[in-house]
């Protein structure tokens, strides 16, 4: 029977190793947790969600949103275990964290085909088709090994928001609203602050004590998951059109739009955490239990997790993979997940996707395949295989990066014919292949 080695049990190596093995391909699927832990991981679980429980919009309005329908109907276990534990979040799709893992390392683990091995990975197998998913927390030693095998690797800083406890809020302060009412209307909370709130809050994220970083690292930081007071720093104003926009949240108490709103998303099926929304931070334990503390409803708040700040690590893509996610100069050995410069949870599993399916075929002799350009996962595989490795960073999937339609095309009619097109194509391709 042909087998394959995938390195790291996230969402990309997950979804890898379960399109491989329903390929009939045996799977050993190779994870460092628990014996190690990376400085964001806390869950034993296999498939662990880190920055957040939202998994973002549904509408095909959204790029993301059309790839996850891409992925549902190409048999994603990602897309199965978001439906199954998903938890109420308006317009987006969000899940319960522990229930998403449980489900996932539950259906790894008792997969016929699929072995899971615990323990470091510090190199890489020497022989066999082998999928690199170890992703942007990937272990120094492994990293090292995958510098010296590459040659060319970057790597950015990415920060996690708080949880708090939902008892712990004030509800006489926050009220229960989703912008512009889509949802249930109890999906999140709002913290809502006058025009003297805010600037006392951005004075206070400003003059808040941060993390510092070592002399030897460079800090770039990725633009979709900036933390709050690097934001704060840009100006007075910049907060107010970003995670604090007040637009389309109404305070039922007076009617109108606050100055500035900080939401809170609920974190467990349950209701009982909350995360602060957009408020990924590098500030101090301290200075968050500080400054955080300061907003409307949140003035006794009790955190389940205060945020942090962890390396990224990412490969330049275009110089060194495929659109197979192959390697170039050893193509046995693909890439998956985030390390390859793909962004957020759903992407990250679109890649595992094409990677399991890639190596499933490479493992039996068969010629590996491409999704087409014009669909959302074939978009993402041009960003990564075709951008100017010079200036490349991370990207989430968006519509910018699709083939244009032909002809002159009116613009509020553009994204849904963008997505029926997509549709159109991945329905052919699946055929095909």
């Known amino acids: ?75 994603s276990l990602f897309m199965m275990a978001a439906e199954a534990t998903r938890v109420p979040a308006g317009g987006a799709l969000a899940v319960d964290r522990q229930l998403f893992s449980d489900y996932v390392t539950d259906r790894i683990g008792t997969h016929p085909l699929i072995r899971v091995v615990r ?9 066999g088709t082998v999928v690199v998913a170890s992703g942007p927390l990937t272990s120094d030693a492994l990293a090292g090994e995958l510098g010296r095998l590459t040659g060319d690797y970057l790597y950015f800083y990415d920060a996690i928001a708080p949880i708090v406890t939902a008892d712990s809020l004030d509800m006489g302060k926050v009220f229960r609203a989703s912008r512009y009412g889509k949802g249930e209307g109890d999906d999140y909370l709002n913290s809502p602050l006058d025009e003297a709130e805010y600037q006392a809050f951005v004075a206070a994220l400003n003059d808040g004590e941060k ?83 300061m907003l409307p409803g949140l003035e006794n708040v009790e955190f389940v997790r205060l945020g942090s700040m962890h390396r990224n690590t990412f490969i330049n893509a275009p110089a060194l993979l495929l659109p197979t996610f192959q390697l170039r100069r050893d193509p046995r050995i693909l890439f998956a997940g985030q390390i390859t410069g793909v962004e957020g949870y759903v992407e990250s599993a679109g890649s595992g996707f094409l990677a399991g399916l890639n190596a499933a075929r490479l ?71």
């Open 363 to 433: 493992a039996v002799g068969e010629k590996l395949i491409v999704p087409p350009p014009a669909t959302a996962l074939g978009a993402l595989v041009g960003h990564i295989t075709n951008a100017e490795p010079r200036h490349f960073q991370p990207m989430n999937v968006n519509y910018g990066l699709f083939p244009s339609l032909p002809g002159r095309v009116k613009k509020k009619e553009k994204r849904a014919m963008l997505a029926e097109r997509a549709l159109a194509e991945l329905d052919h391709w699946i055929e095909q292949v």
């Open 119 to 127: 323990g470091e990975v510090t190199a890489i197998p020497p022989d």
């Open 1 to 75: 029977m042909a087998e394959i080695t995938i390195i790291g049990a996230g969402l990309a190596g997950c979804e890898a190793a379960w399109q491989a093995a329903e390929r009939g391909v045996q799977v050993t699927l190779l994870e460092m947790k628990p014996d190690r832990y990376s400085p964001a991981h806390q869950l034993p679980g296999l498939a662990e969600l880190v920055c957040s429980n939202s998994l973002r919009g549904e509408s095909l309005e959204n790029a993301v949103g059309l790839l996850k329908e891409e992925l549902r109907r190409l048999g």
């Open 211 to 293: 993390v510092p970083a070592r002399e030897f690292e460079k800090v770039v930081h990725f633009e979709g998951c900036m933390p709050v007071e690097e934001l704060a720093a840009r100006g007075l104003e910049t907060l107010r059109f970003g995670p604090m926009k007040p637009v389309g949240l109404v305070d039922p108490r007076t009617g109108v739009e606050p100055h500035a709103v900080v939401q809170l998303r609920r974190e467990d099926l349950a209701g009982a955490m909350y995360n602060l929304v957009g408020f990924q931070t590098k500030l101090t334990w301290p200075e968050q239990r500080r400054v955080f503390r």
